[in-house]
């Protein structure tokens, strides 16, 4: 079974720092984009930082200078370090991953995680 999960989330207060991991499991034959994206209650879902295989990266304005994504092909992993937390940073954060699974036809899938909830108190 493919799948992708989050761990590293919890409370923290205004200003200080999470460090969200992802890990790919299954039967994968290769990872193309990860990233990571939030949803806040009552809002839809937004991208907040993707990466590609080679390393190059985008990230949306809000969390630019204060988060990192990145990321280990060899562990199938990908990460978020989030310094400067403010409370509109809380959400649940989805792991996002395009993989290619064995005995697909060849095509990548995208594939979410389950979710961590970040919440930063003021």
Do not use: H
Request: with cysteine; glycine share 12%; charged share 15%.
């Amino acid at each position: 079974q493919v799948q992708l999960v989050e761990s590293g989330g919890g409370l923290v207060q205004a200003g200080g720092s999470l460090r969200l991991s992802c890990a790919a499991s299954g039967s994968i034959f290769s990872i193309n984009a990860m990233g990571w994206y939030r949803q806040a209650p009552g809002k839809q879902r937004e991208l907040v930082a993707t990466i590609t295989t080679g390393g190059s990266t985008n990230y949306a304005d809000s969390v630019k200078g204060r988060f990192t994504i990145s990321r280990d092909n060899a562990k199938k992993m990908v990460y978020l370090q989030m310094n400067s937390l403010k409370p509109e940073d809380t959400a649940v954060y989805y792991c996002n991953a395009d993989l290619l699974v064995r005995g697909s036809s060849g095509r990548y899938t995208n594939y979410w995680g389950q979710g961590t909830q970040i919440t930063v108190s003021s």
